[in-house]
Nanobody
């Protein structure tokens, strides 16, 4: 059974940076496409960043130029580096393996951007 555990969230000031981590267990990490989603209160869950098993990346329009997704197959971990954070980046960030329809989800980590 695949399990995903996110970490690295917290309170950060506007303009600050944060690195989220998602540790994968219970399967072969290297074959999975991995995504980061986020959901703010009262809003739909949105794709933040995606990385394929081969390392190709894609980003949501709202974070392009400010986010970097990466993976370390030796550590079974995917990362999301967020820079120049804005209050509108405040949300619960979720890690996904295998797609939003049939894949696996972590429990989420809260990111709050506030002064």
């Amino acid at each position: 059974q695949v399990q995903l555990v996110e970490s690295g969230g917290g309170l950060v000031q506007p303009g600050g940076s944060l690195r989220l981590s998602c540790t994968f267990s219970g399967g072969m990490f290297s074959i999975y496409n991995m995504d980061w989603y986020r959901q703010a209160p009262g809003k739909q869950r949105e794709l933040v960043a995606a990385i394929t098993s081969g390392g190709s990346t894609n980003y949501g329009d709202s974070v392009k130029g400010r986010a970097t997704i990466s993976r370390d197959n030796a550590k079974n971990t995917v990362y999301l580096q967020m820079n120049s954070l804005k209050p509108e980046d405040t949300a619960v960030y979720y890690c996904n393996a295998g797609g939003s329809m049939m894949g696996y989800w972590g429990q989420g980590t809260q990111v709050t951007v506030s002064s």
